[in-house]
C-alpha cells in the first residue's frame, strides 16, 4: 500500500551543524521538504548534501538571525520554494564563557541578539505565513537554561531566560488559533561542535560534563513535534531534576554551579581565550558531533542526575516542614 504522508515543509535556521543539522538529516530520513539557513556556506552545503542522500530535498540560504530583513526574505524565499511551511525550527544559538567582567560586552551584547532577538526575528517573519495558513509550528531551541541560571554565561542565561517568556507571550496571542503551535525545547547539556565555537575567557580548555546527550536524541525529540506538538519538551532527565529544584530554592543551583565552574577554571587544561566563533561563522564544515561525548557514562551520569536532584529537592522540602 502507498505511503499518503504528505512531506512535511521544514525551514531551519542554525542549520549547519550540531542539533540543527542533525534535526535535518532527522527529517530528510522521513522525505521532508527543508530549507536550512546559517550563516555558513560550507557547513550549509555539506549537511544539505547528507539530507539529500537521506532522501530529503534540501535547499540552503545564507542568513544572519540578527538581520531581521534578511530572516523576513528567508522566509517569504521559503514559503514560495516550499508552497507554505508546517514547521520553523529556530534553532540558533551562541554562548560566552568567562565571569561577566571579564568578558568584553560586546560579546555578551551578541550572545542575547543571536539567541534572543534572533528567534524573535524569527518568528516575526513566519506568524504571518502560519496566520494566511491557519496552521504551523515554531519550534523554540531554548535548553534547560531557561530555568536553571548559568554562572560563567551570564549572558545566555539571559537570553534563555528570555526565550520562556517570549514563547509564553506567544503562546497567549496565539490561542484563538488551535492550528498554530508554539513549541520549546529543553535539553540538558548536548555534545555538538557549538562548545568549541563558543566564546571563552575562562583561560581554560572548555569540556562537557559525563553524560551529555547525543545531537540526535534531541533531534528525535523535535522530529515528534511536527505531528505531536507539545508546548513543552525537556530532553535529558536530569533537565526535570533541575527543574524542581530550580522551584524549591532558585539560588541554590546557580550557587553551587560557581562553585563547580570556578574549580573547574582553576583546574582546566589551559586554552587561549578568544570570541571563537561568535561573530563569524568557522571556516569549513563542522558536523552534527562534538566529539566529546562518552555514551556508555550517559545513562549512568543522567541516573544519577536525578537522584542527586531528588535528593536535594526532598531534603529542601523537609526542612520546610
Request: glycine share 12%; aromatic share 6%; charged share 20%.
Amino acid at each position: 500500500m502507498a505511503d499518503k504522508r504528505v512531506a512535511k515543509r521544514v525551514v531551519i535556521t542554525g542549520a549547519s551543524s550540531g542539533i540543527g543539522a542533525a534535526t535535518a538529516l532527522a527529517f530528510a530520513r522521513n522525505g521532508a521538504r527543508l530549507v536550512l539557513g546559517a550563516r555558513g556556506r560550507a557547513g550549509l552545503d555539506d549537511i544539505a548534501e547528507r539530507c539529500r542522500a537521506a532522501g530529503g530535498e534540501a535547499h540552503v540560504r545564507i542568513v544572519d538571525v540578527t538581520d531581521a530583513g534578511a530572516v523576513a526574505q528567508l522566509a517569504a524565499e521559503a514559503r514560495d520554494t516550499l508552497g507554505g511551511i508546517d514547521l520553523w525550527f529556530s534553532n540558533v544559538g551562541v554562548g560566552v564563557v568567562g565571569r561577566y567582567e571579564d568578558v568584553p560586552i560586546a560579546d555578551h551584547a551578541h550572545v542575547v541578539a543571536a539567541n534572543l532577538i534572533g528567534h524573535m526575528n524569527d518568528a516575526h517573519a513566519v506568524l504571518p505565513i502560519f496566520l494566511a495558513q491557519d496552521h504551523g509550528t515554531f519550534v523554540n531551541m531554548i535548553s534547560v537554561g531557561g530555568f536553571v541560571a548559568t554562572p560563567y554565561a551570564a549572558a545566555y542565561s539571559a537570553s534563555k531566560f528570555g526565550l520562556r517568556g517570549f514563547s509564553e507571550a506567544l503562546r497567549g496571542e496565539l490561542s484563538k488559533h488551535p492550528g498554530i503551535h508554539v513549541c520549546d525545547v529543553y535539553p540538558t547539556f548536548v555534545d555538538t561542535p557549538g562548545i568549541d565555537h563558543a566564546a571563552n575567557y575562562t583561560g581554560a580548555k572548555l569540556s562537557l560534563p559525563p553524560g551529555s546527550l547525543a545531537p540526535e536524541s534531541v533531534a528525535k525529540a523535535i522530529v515528534r513535534l511536527a505531528d505531536r506538538p507539545r508546548n513543552t519538551t525537556v530532553v535529558g532527565a536530569p533537565a526535570i531534576a533541575l527543574k524542581l529544584s530550580h522551584f524549591v530554592v532558585p539560588n541554590l543551583s546557580a550557587a553551587m554551579m560557581n562553585g563547580f565552574m570556578g574549580r573547574w577554571s582553576d583546574k582546566a587544561e589551559r586554552g587561549e581565550d578568544g570570541s571563537g566563533a561568535l561573530f563569524a561563522p568557522p571556516a569549513g564544515p563542522s558536523g552534527i558531533e562534538g566529539g566529546r561525548r562518552h555514551p556508555e557514562r550517559r545513562r549512568k551520569a543522567a541516573a544519577l542526575g536525578v537522584a542527586a536532584g531528588l535528593a536535594t529537592v526532598g531534603a529542601l522540602l523537609w526542612r520546610r516542614k
